[in-house]
């Protein structure tokens, strides 16, 4: 997931300020992302899962980074593409739901972890954080293409 980050900031770095401060909350959420699951896999024998502040930390990265694509971001890039033709409006149009349906799981984990520190819950931490970097993965990979559809393919 680094990489694909590395490679969108050297592809769009510099080419929008929104775009360059977005790109720089996914880094600073994958590296998050990474240090919680540098504390897998989960054995309550020898391993102790990231304590609740971190784990809150994570969570508040996670809704930011969520936050800025949703209303921020997206709408301006859907917009954007529209006024490019049909084509690229048929991409955006796409490629949004799809998005939007990672946003779920993502939703989902945070509902889960972000304040709750009961044993019971943790023990599926790890599972849940492998499924939420899976759903992240698959999330940037849409983003983007919704990004290259519109500075790369339809530049001006």
Known sequence: MLSRLERAQEKWGGSHSVIDAWLAERQELLL???????????DKKDHALPDQMK???FCQILMDYLSAGHFEIYDNLVEA????????AKLAQALYPRIAGTTDVALDFNDKYAENSQEQVLQDFDKDLSHLGEVLESRFELEDELIDNLYANHSD
Not at 33 to 42: D, I, M, N, T, V
Not at 81 to 88: I, M, N, Q, V
């Open 81 to 88: 593409c529209e006024e490019k033709g049909p084509d690229s």
């Open 55 to 57: 784990i809150q930390a």
């Open 32 to 42: 998050q992302y990474y240090k919680l699951a540098g504390f897998s896999p989960y």
